[in-house]
């Protein structure tokens, strides 16, 4: 079982920054992508960045240029960075990963949300 457990949320004026952690512990077989997901009051969850274990990258067209993933895979930890945040960024932020268990059995993980607030 793998656990998530996320940070780095909080209020913040447009134009401003905000740095989001996630890190995975547990009995851990091996991490494969992670990623970030939000959800905005009355939206459904949307994909906003994923990385896979080789550092390849994808981004919502939304925040392109604007946020950035990463991982420290020794730390089995993703991170977000925010910048040139604006009102339309404020959800809640959800982090995922997918456990490799063997060559065929994959299962996917979930943290509990953090709340991003982006004020005009």
């Known amino acids: 079982q793998v656990q998530l457990v996320e940070s780095g949320g909080g209020s913040v004026q447009a134009g401003g920054s905000l740095r989001l952690s996630c890190a995975a512990s547990g009995s851990i077989v091996s991490i494969g992508a992670m990623g970030w997901y939000r959800r905005a009051p009355g939206k459904q969850r949307e994909l906003v960045a994923i990385i896979t274990s080789s550092d390849t990258t994808n981004y919502a067209d939304s925040v392109k240029g604007r946020f950035t993933i990463s991982r420290d895979n020794a730390k089995n930890t993703v991170y977000l960075k925010m910048n040139i945040l604006k009102p339309e960024d404020t959800a809640v932020y959800y982090c995922?990963?997918?456990?490799?268990?063997?060559?065929?059995?994959?299962?996917?993980?979930w943290g509990q949300g953090t709340q991003v607030t982006v004020s005009s």
């Open positions: 995922s990963a997918r456990e490799i268990i063997t060559t065929t059995a994959m299962r996917d993980y």
